[in-house]
């Protein structure tokens, strides 16, 4: 059965520095855009980066220049590096990945369970 995970969230101050991971497993044949998003109390889920597997990479105008998204394709696996984390960014960071599972033709979304990042002094 396909998954993804996420893991490396937590509490950091304003300035810091946090890098999230989110892995994937199971029968999968391919992997297409891994991307990440993020969800504060109050608000709708948006998007904060999405990485194609050619490592295309875009960002919400929101975190450009602070985070960095990246993947290794050998492992399966999605990284978001976050710097200068402001209490802004405080939220549930979810992992999200079109793959497509092996004996299948098709590809469909998996999503994490979320990993909680707050920011605060």
């Known amino acids: 059965q396909v998954q993804v995970v996420e893991s490396g969230g937590g509490l950091v101050q304003p300035g810091g520095s946090l890098r999230l991971s989110c892995a994937a497993s199971?029968?999968?044949?391919?992997?297409?855009?891994m991307g990440w998003y993020r969800q504060a109390p109050g608000k709708e889920r948006e998007l904060v980066a999405g990485?194609?597997?050619?490592?295309?990479?875009n960002y919400v105008d929101s975190v450009k220049g602070r985070f960095t998204i990246f993947r290794d394709n050998a492992k399966k696996e999605v990284y978001l590096q976050m710097i200068s984390l402001n209490p802004e960014d405080t939220a549930v960071y979810y992992c999200?990945?079109?793959?497509?599972?092996?004996?299948?033709?098709?590809?469909?979304?998996?999503w994490g369970q979320g990993t909680q990042v707050t920011v605060s002094s």
């Open positions: 999200n990945a079109e793959i497509t599972a092996a004996g299948t033709l098709t590809q469909n979304t998996y």
């Open positions: 199971g029968s999968i044949l391919s992997i297409g855009v």
């Open positions: 990485i194609t597997a050619t490592s295309r990479a």
